[in-house]
């Protein structure tokens, strides 16, 4: 794809991206409601549904650019992509759902957060220990492989984890739709379907996206590092942003918080997992990581764990918001200078 849009002019290229805006925000539409859709049917709760599902779906333009970049030599693309997409999800996207409306914490989201620190300093400690820091760190292939096999297991984890079903909004569904049984049987089948299809949509839009910026922003000048930790991976999370909005716009913050949480172990675990995987001597982590990347990731983390532990509070709120997003402006800042 790249190619082919390379040779395009660039006024071409920005109403591409605009066209990638608009596929990946109707696809994140229909796929957020398509999953509350189930979530209700099933008995799922929206935290369990937002970690799996749609964290798996609105993370395959992640996996798809990462191991692209990879295959093609440019494994700290890949790198980037990961790390920014987990920091941009944290700070912008929880941002824009906490100004936008309240997230509620509950028990379980608690829990996926504990995993997804732990994971991440699991992440670092590694690249420190195996590497020769501070120049530089590594992740070695075995590395990679573990969090590969994880993947599997986070999913059964966050899926038996499912409490009983809340029987007012199952029978609200039903009220609505009118269906018996055997009609929510083939409702499933349609939402998995159009679930489906949705996760589709948003890959394509989101691979157009990053494919237009990385073109636009290569024209500019602009660093290959800067554009894997920026923009690819501000595009790449562009989904988490749409389903993010629509899930606060229609009351759904656990869901809004669980696709983000997910999205993030999804970024560890299966995007860099793959990409780790695929470099037979592992993934060497530069200084700058360890300068800028990290020491953002884990302030992102830290300010989180107040909301997520304090007894008072158990949400996001506006304030929060206001914070992670100038958090997010000063990344950027420093990013590009």
Known sequence: MNTYIETLPTLVIIVLFIIALVILSQAADKLIEEAVSISLVLGLSK?????????????????????????????????????????????????????????????????????????????????????????????????GLLFLLAVPFYIWYTVKKKPEAILGDIEEVEKETGKNEEGKSSGIKKSVGLLLLSSLGVTLGATLLVSTAEITAARMGIPDSVIASTIIAFGTSVPEVSTTLVATRYGHGELAIGNVLGANMMNFILVMGATITLLPTGQVVPEIYYLLQFPFLLLLFGLLSYPMFSKKLNAVNRKHGFVLLGIYAVYLLTNFI
Do not use: C, H, W, Y
């Open 47 to 143: 935290m369990v549904v937002g970690a799996t599902i749609l964290s798996v779906g609105t993370t395959l333009p992640e996996v798809a650019s990462s191991v692209a970049a990879t295959l093609n030599g440019n494994a700290q693309l890949g790198l980037g992509n990961a790390i920014g997409s987990v920091i941009t999800n944290t700070s912008l996207v929880l941002g824009i759902g906490a100004v936008g409306g309240l997230l509620p914490i509950r028990k379980e989201t608690k829990k996926t957060f504990m995993i997804l620190t732990f994971t991440a300093l699991l992440f670092i400690g590694t690249s420190i220990g195996f590497g020769d820091f501070p120049r530089e760190g590594l992740l070695p292939r075995s590395f």
